[in-house]
């Protein structure tokens, strides 16, 4: 058996939260530049490299890459055989977000949903603990801001809808939104399971690596069709227009009722703020 700590757990979740709110990633500025050597018009290409010395300043000065540092996600996978002690392991992660956020002077953004009355702090985080076999255990958080969140969408569409429903609710949820989600986007998108499952699949989708295909030689073909389909919009970089308004879509899939379909899709900005580690 394997005994981790609680208060392991609270510094990771600090140091994440600080890092994820400053720096760019490799893959994401790896993306955006492919991106703008891929853009066709000149505003887009202008976009684009502004949004690349944007995440440069960001990271040399340690301020925000953006000013909505977001609601903080975190997700921690736990072997069977790993035991924790400490304090609960709820109250670890949210005072490890409470740290990053006061010591970093990151925008604390999490109020009531219906008094509006700010928590101060920007907690509590939104949590999920999933058990897996083995005594490994494996930390991943995602600063999400609004901007984006908000232009998500859940359908529950009818089995007949079958793949083209599917590519036409995604490729609608892109259009409505418009500049909204501050594209170039990443674009997660969760099929089957229920209402809930397809939509924690969407925003889980969103840890993978940029580049990566899924393993599904089906699911394969289908992201990059709607990856192409989602350019071909022309929504274009933070929505001025241009050929990339997408930069990836990520497919995962649960079985589901016979008599549902049930789709989600989850916007990302540009400023793709998450990273997974081992514990």
Known sequence: MRIINTDLIRGKVKELCLELAYKMSDDLKASLERGRSQECTYLGRQVLAM????GERAEEQQIP???????VFVYLELGQDVHLEGPFVGDAVNQGVREAYEEGYLRKSMVDPITR???KDNTPA???????????ARLSVLLKGFGSENMGRVRMLTPSAGVEGIVDFVLDTVREAGGNPCPPLVVGIGIGGSMDKS?????????????????DPF???LENRLLREINETHVGPMGFGGEI???????????????GLPVAVNLNCHSLRRKTIEL
């Open 51 to 54: 949004l690349l010395e944007n």
């Open 65 to 71: 890459l953006c000013q909505d540092t977001g609601m």
């Open 117 to 119: 009355a700010n928590t």
């Open 126 to 136: 939104q949590i999920q603990i999933e058990m897996v076999p083995g005594d490994g």
């Open 199 to 215: 939509a924690a699949m969407a925003k889980k989708a969103l840890f993978r690596p940029l580049g990566e295909r899924s393993p």
């Open 219 to 221: 699911l394969k073909e």
């Open 245 to 259: 308004t997408g930069l990836e879509v990520f497919i995962e899939k649960f079985p589901t009722h016979l008599a």
